[in-house]
């Protein structure tokens, strides 16, 4: 982890300030200089920040070193606090990819179970029969809510003896809390002690609901029985309604104000299961919350490779959508669609980064960095919670699977890491290049 500023932000009657310094400068000069791949560089953003500091983030975004995850403080503070103290919430950093963890007060466990929303929604659609949409939606969100439990109640157990089998007393003692209540970090004894289950396709799950609800419930086009045969056969023989519902019916990220309410009002409902009645965060095995996340994980293309076609028209044994991005075979006819509708969630329901991935066709310097601070700039305003950027050109791509030698300075974003393109797989690099022609 290299911090890009410093995150001990300063309060003066009551109003946090930023730290933009020399040391923010050296440090992503160095980056610049040097073109580093695998060493992620989070940087902490906000409105209050300069442009200047946007600036610099863009210059290094243009030149191809895709390694910034950028975190917005007026969102992601905010989210803390709903689950702790300001000035714990203050001190976040990321603990991985995009995950963010409590300097010195949190042991947060995550990345390790991973939920497919899709498939769970596809079990309704193949038991449910419910006669009107909003019975079918929540029939949906107590299914997802069913399995979400029953996850919880197995980490639970086996967290409970995190302890006993793998105790951490060193660690134990640099962190706040431990020494305090003489509790190992594994037991509970840090100030927080979060799990954070992901969740994957939120735009697939978001498209696919929408479909239904138009296409069974207002169109009455077919019914649900009718619907499930569909996705389990892949649109066989029904190529031209799959193009239908691709083409015919609104999907998120695509500027469509009614299906982004549609989603934010989906993603508030989905993080409410995480909480009691008294809004009150549900409790792991180390006596911590319970909290939402959407990691961007490769997870999204092994999870989709297992899943049978989608109601919102993707085909079986596709990539699943990522974080809050829109789905992948979605055109995207512009970067400020998907900033139009990330403005409609609320991000302060999910504790954990949602990160948004933004894809752009590689720019020179005099066009790509205005450009990209000014996206930064319009993710802020908007309420975005995480950024990243990936800024490819798909015949250079295609290229370097040819000629591998003659491209390996080609760095790409494949999830929360980024890596030299030639040196993934066949299948990542697919996957990579339909982004870059999407």
């Given at each position: 982890y290299v911090p890009a500023y410093n995150h001990a932000v300063k309060t003066v009657n009551n109003r946090r300030k930023v730290c933009f310094n020399t040391v923010?400068?050296?440090?992503?000069?160095?980056?610049?200089?040097?073109?580093?791949?695998?060493?992620?560089?989070?940087?902490?953003?906000?409105?209050?920040?300069?442009?200047?500091?946007?600036e610099m983030l863009a210059d290094i975004q243009t030149a191809n070193i895709p390694i910034l995850a950028i975190q917005n403080d007026d969102v992601i503070i905010p989210a803390r606090v709903k689950c702790g103290e300001e000035n714990d919430a203050r001190?976040?950093?990321?603990?991985?990819?995009?995950?963010?963890?409590?300097?010195?007060?949190?042991?947060?466990?995550?990345?390790?179970?991973?939920?497919?929303?899709?498939?769970?929604?596809?079990?309704?659609?193949?038991?449910?029969?419910?006669?009107?949409?909003?019975?079918?939606?929540?029939?949906?969100?107590?299914?997802?809510?069913?399995?979400?439990?029953?996850?919880?109640?197995?980490?639970?157990?086996?967290?409970?003896?995190?302890?006993?089998?793998?105790?951490?007393?060193?660690?134990?003692?640099?962190?706040?809390?431990?020494?305090?209540?003489?509790?190992?970090?594994?037991?509970?004894?840090?100030?927080?002690?979060?799990?954070?289950?992901?969740?994957?396709?939120?735009?697939?799950?978001?498209?696919?609901?929408?479909?239904?609800?138009?296409?069974?419930?207002?169109?009455?086009?077919?019914?649900?029985?009718?619907?499930?045969?569909?996705?389990?056969?892949?649109y066989s023989d029904n190529e031209s309604l799959r193009q239908y519902i691709i083409n015919r019916i609104p999907k998120y990220g695509t500027g469509n104000r009614e299906v982004d309410l549609f989603a934010a009002e989906l993603l508030h409902n989905i993080s409410m299961i995480y909480r009691d009645k008294d809004g009150n965060l549900f409790k792991n095995g180390r006596d911590g919350n319970y909290l939402p996340a959407f990691h961007p994980h490769e997870i999204f293309r092994t999870l989709g490779y297992k899943t049978a076609a989608t109601p919102d028209g993707r085909r079986a044994f596709s990539p699943l959508s990522r974080g809050c991005s829109p789905s992948e075979f979605i055109e995207v006819r512009s970067p400020l669609n998907i900033l139009k509708s990330i403005s409609e969630i609320d991000f302060t329901d999910y504790a954990d980064s949602f990160c948004t991935e933004i894809t752009l066709q590689r720019m020179s310097p005099d066009i790509g960095i205005p450009t990209i601070t000014a996206l930064i700039e319009t993710f802020i305003a908007n309420g975005g919670s995480s950024l990243q950027f990936n800024l490819?050109?798909?015949?250079?791509?295609?290229?370097?699977?040819?000629?591998?030698?003659?491209?390996?300075?080609?760095?790409?974003?494949?999830?929360?890491?980024?890596?030299?393109?030639?040196?993934?797989?066949?299948?990542?690099?697919?996957?990579?290049i339909s982004r870059a022609i999407r």
């Amino acid at each position: 982890y290299v911090p890009a500023y410093n995150h001990a932000v300063k309060t003066v009657n009551n109003r946090r300030k930023v730290c933009f310094n020399t040391v923010t400068k050296a440090l992503l000069k160095a980056v610049r200089k040097n073109a580093y791949v695998n060493t992620k560089i989070n940087c902490r953003v906000s409105s209050r920040h300069p442009r200047e500091f946007f600036e610099m983030l863009a210059d290094i975004q243009t030149a191809n070193i895709p390694i910034l995850a950028i975190q917005n403080d007026d969102v992601i503070i905010p989210a803390r606090v709903k689950c702790g103290e300001e000035n714990d919430a203050r001190l976040y950093v990321s603990g991985g990819c995009h995950e963010i963890v409590l300097q010195n007060t949190e042991v947060n466990t995550r990345a390790d179970t991973w939920i497919n929303l899709s498939r769970i929604l596809l079990d309704v659609l193949d038991f449910c029969k419910a006669e009107n949409f909003d019975a079918f939606y929540n029939e949906t969100l107590a299914s997802i809510k069913k399995y979400i439990f029953k996850i919880m109640e197995m980490k639970n157990h086996y967290e409970r003896s995190w302890c006993e089998i793998d105790p951490l007393p060193l660690y134990s003692s640099t962190m706040t809390g431990c020494l305090e209540n003489a509790l190992d970090a594994t037991n509970g004894g840090t100030k927080y002690a979060s799990t954070s289950l992901s969740l994957v396709g939120a735009a697939t799950l978001t498209d696919s609901l929408y479909a239904i609800k138009t296409l069974v419930y207002e169109q009455k086009k077919f019914d649900l029985k009718r619907f499930s045969t569909l996705c389990k056969n892949n649109y066989s023989d029904n190529e031209s309604l799959r193009q239908y519902i691709i083409n015919r019916i609104p999907k998120y990220g695509t500027g469509n104000r009614e299906v982004d309410l549609f989603a934010a009002e989906l993603l508030h409902n989905i993080s409410m299961i995480y909480r009691d009645k008294d809004g009150n965060l549900f409790k792991n095995g180390r006596d911590g919350n319970y909290l939402p996340a959407f990691h961007p994980h490769e997870i999204f293309r092994t999870l989709g490779y297992k899943t049978a076609a989608t109601p919102d028209g993707r085909r079986a044994f596709s990539p699943l959508s990522r974080g809050c991005s829109p789905s992948e075979f979605i055109e995207v006819r512009s970067p400020l669609n998907i900033l139009k509708s990330i403005s409609e969630i609320d991000f302060t329901d999910y504790a954990d980064s949602f990160c948004t991935e933004i894809t752009l066709q590689r720019m020179s310097p005099d066009i790509g960095i205005p450009t990209i601070t000014a996206l930064i700039e319009t993710f802020i305003a908007n309420g975005g919670s995480s950024l990243q950027f990936n800024l490819l050109d798909s015949e250079k791509l295609i290229e370097a699977q040819k000629d591998p030698d003659k491209h390996r300075d080609i760095c790409v974003r494949v999830c929360g890491y980024s890596a030299v393109f030639v040196t993934l797989d066949k299948e990542q690099q697919a996957e990579v290049i339909s982004r870059a022609i999407r």
